[in-house]
Nanobody
Framework: VQLQASGGGLVQAGGSLRLSCAAS????????VGWFRQPPGKAREQVAC????????YYADFVKGRFSISRDNAKNMMYLQMTNLKPEDSAVYFC?????????????????WGQGTQVTVSS
């Protein structure tokens, strides 16, 4: 599966953005999917993930109640809706897919990656 992320940008603290990830070459619902981010100078960290069939969802504590992961099977896309953004949410955000249907948190579990989209939150 090939993934292409989009939707990043510059937003003020408290604002919202929706990231999109378009999949091609395979049906995205066959995969567990996730969003990760990498702040400048820091390690890549998981933000959220969603199992195949949307049976299980995981959110990192630092985004619970603010971010929402979803997918649209008809469009073969996944999304990350981000609200109440904070400056510490600034990072390059990546979408990823895993070769199994169940969710996992380590980024090493995901074999397919989008190219990343920059999110910058100003204070």
């Amino acid at each position: 599966v090939q993934l292409q992320a989009s939707g990043g940008g510059l937003v003020q603290a408290g604002g919202s953005l929706r990231l999109s990830c378009a999949a091609s070459g395979s049906t995205l619902d066959n995969y567990a999917v996730g969003w990760f981010r990498q702040p400048p100078g820091k390690a890549r960290e998981q933000v959220a993930c969603l199992s195949s069939g949307d049976r299980s969802i995981y959110y990192a504590d630092f985004v619970k109640g603010r971010f929402s992961i979803s997918r649209d099977n008809a469009k073969n896309m996944m999304y990350l809706q981000m609200t109440n953004l904070k400056p510490e949410d600034s990072a390059v955000y990546f979408c990823a897919a895993r070769g199994l249907r169940t969710i996992a948190t380590p980024f090493t579990e995901y074999g397919w990656w989008g190219q990343g989209t920059q999110v910058t939150v100003s204070s």
